[in-house]
């Protein structure tokens, strides 16, 4: 049977998973796919994703491509995916891809959102998805921090880079909003939600969650925002801040260029 | 020591437990705040709950009370509750009642919310909150049909009465909203989510979800506004839709009278 390349939009709850990428041990969202679609094709499948999120890290809009023989349609391949995968992870759509789709190497830009919630107490709706602060957070000054990291640099100290890659990367926007108040998973009124959003060409392992956790000093009022563009300046991992823990992270959404767009024309681009 | 009594707002997670009450088997949020407690204390403790929530339902004003010997203050008791719970379980506040306090007895109304989220796709990240419906609700027909049910009657169609309990309850009121576009949770923009709320003076063993189930009928054009006022009318419970699933149902706030409200005057008012 003819085998094509297909490209799909992927959501998952990362809470029980070692990440994205199959380890020696435990359960990946890469593996669940692998099997899954091993299962309905009845040949072995490997799976690229455009983001190799980490333990515990979610998504709603990962994109991943994969070469994989299917005589049937596009929708009874995500019909039967869906059947086939645990409840915690979604294929939303898929499609025919071009022979020369890669979602990793294909990939134009990453956005990742991060999800912050202020409150005196411990909200167990909203902890599975958001990261827990005792105070409120002061967000004209975590944006005036963020806006340093705009722009190419050299992130060395935020992350590290794959085999063979350096460590500068193009960020093209990062910036805090805070949340309607009637939100969502069960907040009560007095509780602050914040989104962080962060776009870049790429990332380094653990860059964001570096980042955020950067930022997360400069609202705790441990470092100024200016502290930031030093760390930044530094370019020196030792330097770091904690990384911010990985539950509020989730990779958002994946953009490709006009070409590499394919039939739908909106695949990661929701 | 002398017993004191308590009363604390209490927020779960329910997923992973067999409702509130405790079971011959199985984890359930009475058995746990019981066995913490005990465990500071160091004597049996007996919880009583406002809302006895089934398996898989949330809170995040669920309140409870409780006599217990305790030297420290009540802050205390609230820290040393939440180092000693497992982390889906949180104690918000706590203080301390008077003698004659009872979470369930006192209580004047719960409020139960139910969420649904109506999508084209399976979302991960929104179902372990709200209940997936593939097309969106007609809220002015839900709203018309919820009407039906306020004011006091026999609600014998939607539930079963504690032992020695009539099923005559009041339904103080009962509507659908739509929720902003932009929510927490990791919602893309083409999905509509909705909030479903219901304040009664108490509620029968499923009523709640018995309620939704036939609201979700009238949403899916099975039922019409009127097969629900003919439903409550019947007082039958075999005439009963489906309930809906426990996921979408949080208990969200417990309302107690003036001369019940003791030191802390928000208490279960949030």
């Known amino acids: 049977m003819e085998t094509r390349i297909w490209r799909a939009i992927v959501a998952y709850d990362g809470t029980e998973y070692r990440g994205f990428q199959v380890q020696a041990e435990g359960p990946t969202i890469q ?146 909003n805070a949340l309607p108040a009637q939100v969502w998973g069960g907040a009560p009124e007095e509780v602050h939600l914040y989104r962080f959003e962060i776009e870049a060409n790429a990332f380094l392992r653990g860059m964001v969650r570096r980042i955020v956790g950067a930022l997360l000093e400069v609202g705790a009022g441990r470092l100024g925002a200016e502290d930031v563009a030093a760390l930044l300046e530094a370019c020196d991992i030792s330097q770091a801040c904690p990384p911010a823990p990985a539950c509020g992270l989730c990779l958002w959404q994946v953009r490709y260029g006009q070409g590499e767009r394919g039939p739908q024309e909106r695949y990661g681009e929701e």
């Open 31 to 176: 593996g669940e796919l692998e099997r899954a679609l091993e299962r309905l094709t009845g040949a072995p499948v490997r799976v690229q994703g455009a983001g190799r999120t980490d333990a515990g890290v979610h998504a709603i809009g990962q994109v991943i491509s994969f070469a994989a023989p299917w005589r049937h349609s596009s929708e009874d391949l995500c019909r039967a995916l869906n059947a086939t995968l645990p409840r915690d992870i979604a294929v939303r759509r898929i499609g025919e891809a071009e022979a020369t789709f890669h979602a990793r190497y294909s990939a134009q830009s990453r956005l990742y959102v991060y999800h912050v919630y202020a409150s005196q107490e411990r909200l167990p709706l909203l902890e599975r998805y958001a990261h827990h602060v005792a105070a409120p957070l002061p967000l004209e000054e975590l944006n005036r921090a963020a806006a340093f990291l705009v722009g190419e640099h050299d992130f060395a100290t935020f992350g590290q880079p794959p085999v063979g890659e350096n460590t500068v990367r193009v960020v093209h926007r990062a910036g805090w």
